[in-house]
Nanobody, 124 residues
Framework: QVQLVESGGGLVQTGDSLRLSCAAS????????MGWSRQAPGKEREFVGT????????YYADSLKGRFTISRDNAKNTVYLQMNSLKPEDTAVYYC?????????????????WGRGTQVTVSS
């Protein structure tokens, strides 16, 4: 049974940093492009970024470049999302997802698995 479990969310203030983790189990982690997406209240799910299978390459939504960084540790079956200089508009549920067949360098993915998400709230 495949599981993706996000953690690290919480309530922070504008300008703070936060690191989310997503622990994967039940799959060959290094075979998957891993991605992060987010969904704010009343809005559609939004692409955040992805990381290649070996972790050397990343791809981000243009609006988030420079503030968000994705990394992964294949030995720990974990992918991370480092978020800096957080803004109230970053408030959302953040999801990780796994894509077996896709490329890392695209916003379009047909993810095979999704986590349940972790809430990030940024107060002004």
């Amino acid at each position: 049974q495949v599981q993706l479990v996000e953690s690290g969310g919480g309530l922070v203030q504008t300008g703070d940093s936060l690191r989310l983790s997503c622990a994967a189990s039940g799959l060959t982690f290094s075979s998957y492009v891993m991605g992060w997406s987010r969904q704010a209240p009343g809005k559609e799910r939004e692409f955040v970024g992805t990381i290649s299978r070996r972790g050397g390459l990343t791809y981000y939504a243009d609006s988030l470049k420079g503030r968000f960084t994705i990394s992964r540790d294949n030995a720990k079956n974990t992918v991370y999302l480092q978020m800096n200089s957080l803004k109230p508009e970053d408030t959302a549920v953040y999801y990780c997802a796994a894509d077996l067949s896709g490329r890392y360098d695209t916003m379009r993915h047909e993810y095979d698995y999704w986590g349940r998400g972790t809430q990030v709230t940024v107060s002004s």
